[in-house]
């Protein structure tokens, strides 16, 4: 089988890689600030790469969609999806998914800090980092909640 049209351009221009064989099954990391990584940067790299362990990301033209698509991975230790106001807590069922979590920061987007509870499987997560539009007392009140949420991480809000 042989890359064909968007697939051939994708791998060639991000990764170098001609050929279907030269695809790796495994990537330690990626990154990209204000850069072309979008939805579709993770649909094809997902549809080959099964495992990544890190990816940082600020100012991109990702979405929930495109979270969706990072949900799928093995073995994701960290995670910044920072300066992202296309990302909601739709994400968040997606972002769940990655169980081998030590490391998110997830600030600077459309997330609440109450729309944490959701993420009920990250039980590796060391470090949170989020940003929140709250008054200090509210604020105070939901971070106690969250530190009982997920015991033994250390969550940063800015």
Not at 29 to 55: K, N
Not at 71 to 99: F, P, V, Y
Not at 129 to 153: M, R, T, W, Y
């Amino acid at each position: 089988m042989k890359l064909k049209g968007r697939e051939k351009y994708f791998w060639e221009r991000n990764f170098n890689i001609k050929s279907l064989s030269a695809i790796p099954e495994e990537i330690s990391g990626i990154t990209g600030i204000d850069s072309s990584h979008d939805d579709e940067f993770f649909f094809y790299l997902t549809s080959r790469v099964r495992s990544v362990g890190s990816i940082f990301l600020r100012c991109t033209d990702l979405t929930d969609e495109g979270v969706g698509y990072i949900g799928l991975l093995k073995n994701l230790r960290e995670l910044t999806l920072k300066d992202h106001l296309k990302i909601s807590r739709a994400s968040l069922q997606h972002i769940n998914q990655l169980m081998d979590l030590e490391y998110l920061d997830i600030s600077k987007n459309n997330i609440e800090l109450t729309d944490l509870f959701a993420l009920t499987q990250l039980n590796k997560l060391k470090t949170l980092i989020v940003s929140s539009n709250l008054e200090q007392g509210e604020q105070d009140a939901i971070l106690e909640k969250l530190k009982d949420h997920f015991p033994g991480c250390e969550i940063t809000v800015y």
